[in-house]
């Protein structure tokens, strides 16, 4: 399966995006599916998880309250809507596909990639 990741731009502290990841070359409905970010000069932290049908959510502590994830498989596309940015969430965002119907936050259990997509949160 490959993943494209969409939406990512500048933004000022408390503004909000809405970042997409679309499917092709088969359905990921059966799939988990996790957005990760990677900072400049950091590590690739993990954001938020969805299960297969989106009847699970994780959220990492640095965006309780403020990103929601979400999926639509008619769509074959997992949004993640991310409200109250702050400049600390400037990163570029990930997402990733699990083989199973959780990945969880783990990194090593998302086998598919996307390329990522740049969001910049000014002050």
């Known amino acids: 399966v490959q993943l494209q990741a969409s939406g990512g731009g500048l933004v000022q502290a408390g503004g909000s995006l809405r970042l997409s990841c679309a499917a092709s070359?088969?359905?990921?409905?059966?799939?988990?599916v996790g957005w990760f970010r990677q900072a400049p000069g950091k590590e690739r932290d993990f954001v938020a998880g969805?299960?297969?049908?989106?009847?699970?959510?994780a959220y990492a502590d640095s965006v309780k309250g403020r990103f929601t994830i979400s999926r639509d498989n008619a769509k074959n596309t997992v949004y993640l809507q991310m409200n109250s940015l702050k400049p600390e969430d400037t990163a570029v965002y990930f997402c990733?596909?699990?083989?199973?119907?959780?990945?969880?936050?783990?990194?090593?259990?998302?086998?598919?990639w996307g390329q990522g997509t740049l969001v910049t949160v000014s002050s």
């Open positions: 990733a596909a699990a083989r199973l119907p959780w990945g969880g936050d783990e990194a090593r259990a998302y086998h598919y």
């Open positions: 070359g088969r359905t990921f409905s059966n799939n988990g």
């Open positions: 969805i299960s297969w049908r989106g009847a699970s959510t």
